[in-house]
């Protein structure tokens, strides 16, 4: 079984910065693309930032210049820097890694549970 454990949420005042992390374990042989999403009350989900393996980073429009997307394959984590934040910032902020059991298996797409930011105006 893969599980997926977000953390470094919280609560932050405008313009502050936190620190997602999110950190895989189970049976996992490689990870692919990388993601994360977040998704505010009464909204829909939506692609925060991605980095597929091998790719390039992409961002949304609104955090481009302010979040940045890192992973580390060897220690199965990908986190996420997000500088001077908003309120419209405030969401619960999700991970998707995609991942191999098994080298000749398909990758499959898993999620965490989320993690909250909440940002103060």
């Known amino acids: 079984q893969v599980q997926l454990v977000e953390s470094g949420g919280g609560l932050v005042e405008a313009g502050g910065s936190l620190r997602l992390s999110c950190a895989a374990s189970?049976?996992?042989?490689?990870?692919?693309?990388v993601a994360w999403y977040r998704q505010a009350p009464g909204k829909q989900r939506e692609l925060v930032a991605g980095l597929p393996s091998g790719g390039t980073t992409n961002y949304a429009d609104s955090v481009k210049g302010r979040f940045t997307i890192s992973r580390d394959n060897a220690k199965k984590t990908v986190s996420l820097q997000m500088n001077s934040l908003k309120p419209e910032d405030t969401a619960v902020y999700y991970c998707?890694?995609?991942?191999?059991?098994?080298?000749?298996?398909?990758?499959?797409?898993?999620w965490g549970r989320g993690t909250q930011v909440t940002v103060s105006s």
């Open positions: 998707t890694l995609g991942v191999k059991k098994a080298w000749s298996g398909p990758e499959n797409v898993y």
């Open positions: 189970g049976s996992i042989v490689s990870i692919g693309g």
